[in-house]
């Protein structure tokens, strides 16, 4: 009798209204699907909910765990920027230094070439002012001595013109 006839009998208008072994027909089937499904269907549908849901679990501690990694590369090369800025603004520091040292040594070495280039011309102009000093006070004595000789209208010996050209230097010497 089974489904069928249930459908049958309710479509035939039948007034039956209980009948017992219909339902326990259909009761026994219910069950008997209830354990098939059981079976096939909601054990290998059950394992399968479990694999994914275990599945899940561990992409979300997989993702997790990358987010931790993650984190702690991004304050890795956090602190390592910084380190890079600080020793790049040491190297820049130290760079000026030694820029400002070296430019301070350049302009002391400058000054001291300046000065010791001002000092020896300072001494060649001293030398040859005084070769100058020499020599007019030579040609002044020579000149002196040609005009008394000619004055004289003697010659005078070399001893006396000796004499005479000391002298005249002397008397030269503390005109200046």
């Known amino acids: 009798m089974g489904l069928n006839n ?23 089937i219910f069950i008997v699907l209830m354990l098939l499904l059981k079976k096939f269907a909601w054990g290998p549908l059950m394992g399968i909910m479990k694999q994914r849901e275990e599945l899940v679990a561990s992409e979300i501690d997989a993702a997790e765990n990358a987010r931790k990694e993650a984190a702690k590369v991004l304050e890795e090369q956090k602190a390592l920027l910084k380190e890079a800025r600080t020793e790049a603004q040491s190297i820049i520091e130290s760079a000026k230094k030694q820029g400002d040292t070296q430019r ?11 000065n010791r280039l001002k000092e020896s011309a300072v001494r060649e102009i001293e030398t040859e002012k005084e070769k100058a000093i020499l020599a007019v006070r030579e040609e002044v004595v020579s000149l002196s001595v040609l005009a008394a000789s000619k004055v004289l ?12 050209i000391k002298e005249t230097i002397a008397k030269a010497g503390e005109a200046k």
């Open 104 to 114: 301070e040594e350049i302009i002391s070495a400058a000054r001291e070439e300046a």
């Open 6 to 28: 249930f459908v049958l009998l309710a479509e035939a208008g039948h007034d039956e209204l209980f009948n017992g072994g219909d339902v326990l027909a259909t009761l026994v």
């Open 153 to 164: 209208g003697k010659e005078i010996s070399e001893e006396d013109n000796s004499a005479l």
